[in-house]
């Protein structure tokens, strides 16, 4: 079945050492996103690709960065991890907007991310 | 900035009846909004979609309404059964393709 995948489902860190979170499709989507999503509370949506062009949320610390080096991968990085980012880390896929407005997203089961 | 509001308080209903989920958004109106299920450590499913040109969305034991005077849509299912406990999110689009503003949620509980 065609899917998105995260990997790992979770991931332990030490307070500052980085960390890479990786997503990958087998739905040929153009358009991958990203969320943050703390316990309770609803996802926050940190950037997006539209095929290669990159999308950053006016609100997203520079702490996090991500790379899109082909349509089925896509990953995000967290160069010092402080405490507060802490949480699930979510991917989402849909469809070309261009060619098919009103598009669902499609998520991965995310990556729970600990920092110690 | 657009604010989506979704009952924080989880909604404990019996076996057989309707639950009726409430997702009420500020300011303009958006082209669209979709309902999302979510369970425990897993990503969110999509559910239904339901444009602001529709009053009304149906599928199976599901039913979205959207009324654009109240700033409101509604999420229905009819016949709950155990396996429809889940958190419910709501996520409006404020055009044809664009991003979602997910809300934050409500858990709802079904008891046989």
């Known amino acids: 079945d065609a899917m998105v995948i995260q990997n790992p489902r979770y991931q332990v860190t030490q307070f500052g050492k980085p960390v890479t979170l990786s997503c990958s499709q087998t739905?040929?989507?153009?358009?991958m996103y990203w969320y943050q999503q703390k316990s309770s509370q609803a996802p926050k949506l940190l950037f997006h690709y539209y095929d290669k062009d990159f999308n950053n949320e006016a609100d997203t610390p520079d702490n996090f960065q991500s790379r899109r080096p082909n349509t089925s991968f896509c990953f995000l990085d967290i160069r010092s991890p402080g405490l507060g980012d802490a949480a699930m880390y979510l991917c989402?896929?849909?469809?070309?907007?261009?060619?098919?407005?009103?598009?669902?997203?499609?998520f991965g089961d995310g990556t729970r991310l600990s920092i110690l | 900035s657009q604010k989506i509001e979704q009952n924080s308080e989880a909604l404990n209903i019996q076996e057989g009846k309707t639950a009726t989920l409430t997702c009420n958004y500020t300011n303009y109106s958006p082209a669209y909004l979709q309902w999302y299920r979510q369970d425990p450590g897993r990503g969110p499913v999509f559910l239904l979609l339901?444009?602001?040109?529709?009053k009304e969305k149906r599928k199976e034991r599901l039913k979205v309404t959207f009324d654009t005077t109240l700033k409101q849509s509604l999420f229905h299912i009819t016949a709950s059964q155990p396996a429809d406990s889940a958190t419910y999110l709501c996520a409006p689009s404020y055009n044809q393709g664009g991003k979602l503003i997910f809300g934050q949620g409500t858990e709802l509980s079904v008891k046989p």
């Open positions: 339901i444009r602001e040109n529709e």
């Open positions: 989402a896929t849909s469809r070309d907007r261009r060619r098919a407005p009103y598009q669902p997203q499609h």
């Open positions: 739905l040929n989507h153009n358009v």
